[in-house]
C-alpha cells in the first residue's frame, strides 16, 4: 500500500473539504427548503425506478418462496380457519346487504351530497427506508399510472402513508411512523378527534387529543378526513399502550414488510398541490393542505 | 474495467442499502453497505474510488430514501477523510485491528447523524434503531469486507 505522493495528498484534502461543506450546504437547504431538491429527487426515482425494481426482485421472489412453504405446512389448519370464517362472513354478508339498502334509503331521505367516486391501483415495493432517520418507501407506479400527490396508501389491513412524490415512473410513499407524518384522526367510538405524530418508532403517538380525553388501550383509531388530504374512516390502528397523557398506536398495516401497496385515489387530489407549482405562483413553501401537516422532510 | 470496480461496488452497496429485504426489523435498521465499501476501498485503492464519486452516491442514496440529501456523502466523506489521514497505520495491520478500528468509524457516523438529527428536529431521537443498525454493520462488515477483498484480487490485484 504506497502512500499518496503529498502533493496529491493536499490536493485529495481540499478537494475532500469542498466536498464536505458542499454536503452541509445541502443538508441545511434541504431542511429549511423541501422544494429545492423535490424535482432533483423525483428525476433521481425515475431514473432509479429499473435499477431498484431489479434489487427488489430476488428478495421478493424469496418472499413468495418462503410464504408458499408457509402455506403449504399450515394448509389443514388454515383450511379450519377459513371454514369457520366463512360462516361468520356468510351471516357478515346479510348485515352488509341490509345496511346497504338502509344507507340507501337514508342518503335518499337526507339528500346527502355523494361521495367522490374512489378508484386504485397495486404497486409494489422496490426500496425500503433505508436507514433509521427516515420512513419511506417507493413503488413501482408513478404518474403515468395515475399516481399522484396526497393519495392514500394502503394494505388490506389499513392505511400506510401517503404519497408525497410522484414521479414519472415511480412514487414516494412517507410512511405514518415517519418524524415528519402527521395524519388527523378521530378514536372511534368515542369520535374525539387527535394528531397521530410519527417519531421514527415502530407505534406513532397520538397527540393533542380532542379535550384531553381519556384513550383506552385497544381503542381504535381511524382518519377524520379533517384537512381534506385523506378521506375519513380509513383504519390506522389500535391503541397499544397509554403512558400518562401519552398515547402510542399500533398500525393495522405491518410496516417493515410491505410488499404491495394500495395507491387508493379518494377524489381528493386538489387538496394536496404540488409545492412546486405553488413555489412557482410565488406562494408560501409549505403542504398546502391546510390541515396543520408538516412538510415531508427533505 | 477493474479501475470501475471500486465505484460500482459502491453503487450496489447503496442499492443493497435500500433493497426491500422483507425481514422484519431489517428495513429500520439495515447495514450500511455503502459505508463499508468506502472504508475499505479508501484503505486498498483510494484512487479508484474519488471524493466525488462518495459525494454524488451519498447525495442520489439520499435522495432516493427520502432523507435530508448530503447526510449520506458528508459521512461517506468524512470516513474517506480519516482513514486516509492515518493510512499507514493500515500498513500490515491484522484484520480483527481493523474490524476494531472500521468499529469506531462506525460508531463515530451513527453518532454524528444521531446529533445532526436530534438538533434539526430539536428534540432527542431514540438511539435503539441507529445503535441496531451500527451492530448490524460491524457484524456483516468481515463477510462484506471479504468479498470486497476477493473481488479486488480476482479485478484489480492487490494494491
Known amino acids: ?298 | 474495467m477493474g479501475n470501475l470496480l471500486p465505484i460500482a461496488t459502491m453503487v450496489v452497496a447503496g442499492l443493497l442499502s435500500i433493497a426491500p429485504l422483507h425481514i422484519g426489523w431489517v428495513a429500520a435498521v439495515a447495514p450500511s453497505f455503502t459505508l463499508i465499501a468506502t472504508y475499505h476501498w479508501t484503505i486498498y485503492q483510494p484512487a479508484l474510488s474519488p471524493g466525488l464519486a462518495l459525494f454524488v452516491i451519498g447525495t442520489v442514496q439520499d435522495l432516493l430514501t427520502g432523507g435530508l440529501p448530503g447526510e449520506t456523502s458528508v459521512t461517506l466523506l468524512l470516513c474517506r477523510a480519516f482513514v486516509l489521514s492515518h493510512r499507514r497505520y493500515y500498513a500490515d495491520r491484522q484484520f480483527p485491528v481493523m474490524w476494531a478500528d472500521f468499529s469506531l468509524v462506525t460508531f463515530g457516523a451513527a453518532f454524528g447523524l444521531w446529533a445532526l438529527h436530534s438538533l434539526l428536529s430539536a428534540q432527542i431521537l431514540e438511539l435503539r434503531g441507529p445503535a441496531v443498525s451500527v451492530l448490524a454493520t460491524i457484524s456483516v462488515f468481515p463477510i462484506v469486507s471479504f468479498l470486497l477483498g476477493r473481488t479486488q484480487r480476482m479485478l484489480i490485484g492487490t494494491d
Open chain 1, 1 to 298: 500500500m504506497p502512500l499518496l505522493p503529498a502533493r496529491r495528498a493536499a490536493i485529495e484534502r481540499i478537494s475532500t473539504a469542498l466536498l464536505v461543506a458542499a454536503s452541509a450546504v445541502m443538508i441545511l437547504i434541504g431542511k429549511t427548503d423541501q422544494v429545492v431538491f423535490q424535482s432533483l429527487r423525483i428525476s433521481v426515482m425515475d431514473a432509479a425506478a429499473p435499477a431498484l425494481e431489479l434489487m427488489s426482485r430476488p428478495a421478493a421472489a424469496l418472499d413468495v418462496a418462503a410464504e408458499r412453504v408457509h402455506r403449504f405446512l399450515a394448509v389443514y389448519r388454515e383450511n379450519l380457519r377459513l371454514a369457520e370464517e366463512n360462516q361468520r362472513l356468510l351471516v357478515l354478508e346479510q348485515v352488509a346487504l341490509r345496511l346497504s339498502v338502509e344507507n340507501e334509503q337514508l342518503r335518499e331521505l337526507s339528500k346527502l351530497v355523494p361521495e367522490p367516486g374512489t378508484s386504485f391501483i397495486t404497486a409494489r415495493v422496490i426500496s425500503d427506508t433505508g436507514g433509521p432517520y427516515a420512513r419511506s418507501v417507493t413503488v413501482n407506479a408513478g404518474r403515468e399510472n395515475g399516481v399522484a400527490r396526497g393519495q392514500a396508501a394502503m394494505t388490506a389491513s389499513g392505511l400506510v402513508g401517503r404519497v408525497v412524490e410522484a414521479g414519472r415512473r415511480a412514487a414516494r410513499i412517507l410512511l405514518i411512523t415517519d418524524l415528519n407524518s402527521r395524519v388527523p384522526v378521530i378514536v372511534d367510538g368515542s369520535r374525539e378527534r387527535a394528531i397521530l405524530a410519527g417519531d421514527n418508532s415502530a407505534r406513532p403517538s397520538l397527540r393533542y387529543v380532542d379535550g384531553g380525553g381519556a384513550v383506552r388501550v385497544g381503542d381504535r383509531i381511524v382518519t377524520s378526513g379533517q384537512g381534506g388530504v385523506l378521506p375519513p374512516g380509513l383504519p390506522v390502528g389500535l391503541v397499544a399502550g397509554v403512558d400518562g397523557e401519552a398515547a402510542r398506536v399500533e398500525p393495522y398495516a405491518v410496516l417493515p414488510r410491505l410488499d404491495y401497496l394500495r395507491i387508493v385515489d379518494y377524489g381528493l387530489g386538489d387538496a394536496l398541490p404540488d409545492p412546486l407549482s405553488v413555489a412557482a405562483r410565488g406562494g408560501k413553501r409549505t403542504d398546502a393542505s391546510g390541515s396543520g401537516l408538516p412538510p415531508p422532510r427533505h
